[in-house]
């Protein structure tokens, strides 16, 4: 992951979505996971986030998304990384 390269695009939140992970089925509890999915130049780009991550934007929200890899870095002045 640190040798990919951070990317900042122009990006519309178009989706959320909530789903039930269970690593294996009946020894422990399924875990929520949250996904948000992004339009950015035309192509899709999806990331899992935290329940805070997903509760503080919505729908159609637009903003510059920063990404490296699989990870969501920044969107707009709702998500911010705390890391830099």
Same mark, same amino acid.
């Given at each position: 992951?640190?040798?990919?390269?951070?990317?900042?695009?122009?990006?519309?939140?178009?989706?959320?979505?909530?789903?039930?992970?269970?690593?294996?089925? =009946?020894?422990?509890?399924? &875990?929520?996971?949250?996904?948000? #999915?992004? %339009?950015?130049? +035309? *192509?899709?780009?999806?990331?899992?986030?935290?329940?805070?991550?997903?509760?503080?934007?919505?729908? =159609?929200?637009?903003?510059? &998304?920063?990404?490296?890899?699989? #990870?969501? %870095?920044?969107? +707009? *002045?709702?998500?911010?990384?705390?890391?830099?």
């Amino acid at each position: 992951m640190k040798n990919e390269q951070k990317i900042s695009v122009e990006a519309t939140l178009v989706n959320k979505e909530t789903f039930s992970y269970n690593a294996v089925e =009946g020894l422990e509890d399924a &875990l929520d996971q949250f996904q948000l #999915d992004f %339009i950015a130049v +035309g *192509k899709p780009l999806s990331f899992e986030v935290s329940v805070f991550e997903f509760n503080v934007v919505e729908i =159609g929200m637009k903003g510059l &998304l920063t990404y490296q890899g699989n #990870d969501l %870095i920044s969107f +707009g *002045k709702w998500i911010k990384d705390f890391k830099m």
